[in-house]
């Protein structure tokens, strides 16, 4: 399971917040959502949060395994 505990770390240290990653970056209240529940994100808003952040994937995401995997 992908979680996205790094990005709220990440967020907090930086001179960001969620309402300025709304306003000034144009990153919507559904995509804070997801990050909170930790819901699938597309690479292109990835992506735009890395660079939005000056930081890596791995400030932002994580493979955590989990009994709620999909079976291969």
Do not use: G
Not at 5 to 24: D, H, V
Not at 33 to 48: A, E, G, M, Q, S
Not at 49 to 66: D, F, G, N, T
């Amino acid at each position: 399971m992908i979680v996205y505990t790094p990005f709220w770390e990440t967020l907090r240290a930086s001179e960001e917040t969620t309402y300025t990653l709304i306003k000034n970056h144009r990153i919507s209240s559904s995509t804070l959502d997801k990050l909170r529940k930790n819901r699938p994100l597309n690479t292109t808003t990835l992506n735009d949060l890395c660079r939005i952040l000056h930081c890596s994937l791995e400030q932002i995401a994580k493979y955590v395994p989990s009994e709620e995997d999909q079976t291969l």
